[in-house]
């Protein structure tokens, strides 16, 4: 069985910073591509970073440019995103997804997975002002 487990999660001031992970079983890991998306209250669930495991090409979204680093190591077959300098509108669910081959993509300034082949369950982030 496939399997992205996130965790990392929790309660941050503003001004801090979170390391999230994404353990992934069940995949030929260094052939996938591994997204973190996040869900706000009352909002679309958007796109945050990417990374492809293939070629290690990373993106992230306009907004946690310069802030949010998201990086893989394949022998533990874990993605992070390391979240810097949290402001309260990053308060969020975060999933991690992921897609078989070079599936990441930036539209209108958002990276994100074009083709979701797994998620996993949400791990939640909340920044406080």
């Known amino acids: 069985d496939v399997q992205l487990q996130a965790s990392g999660g929790g309660l941050v001031q503003a001004g801090g910073s979170l390391r999230l992970s994404c353990a992934v079983s069940?995949?030929?890991?260094?052939?996938?591509?591994i997204a973190w998306f996040r869900q706000a209250p009352g909002k679309e669930r958007e796109g945050v970073s990417c990374i492809s495991n293939s070629d290690g090409s990373t993106y992230h979204t306009d907004s946690v440019k310069g802030r949010f680093t998201i990086s893989s190591d394949n022998a533990k077959k874990t993605v992070y995103l390391q979240m810097n300098n949290l402001r309260p509108e990053d308060t969020a669910v975060y999933f991690c997804?992921?897609?078989?081959?070079?599936?990441?993509?930036?539209?209108?300034?958002?990276?994100?997975?074009?083709?979701?082949?797994?998620w996993g369950q949400g791990t939640l982030v909340t920044v406080s002002s």
């Open positions: 069940g995949v030929t890991f260094d052939a996938y591509a």
């Open positions: 997804a992921a897609a078989r081959g070079r599936y990441c993509t930036v539209v209108g300034g958002t990276a994100r997975l074009s083709v979701i082949g797994y």
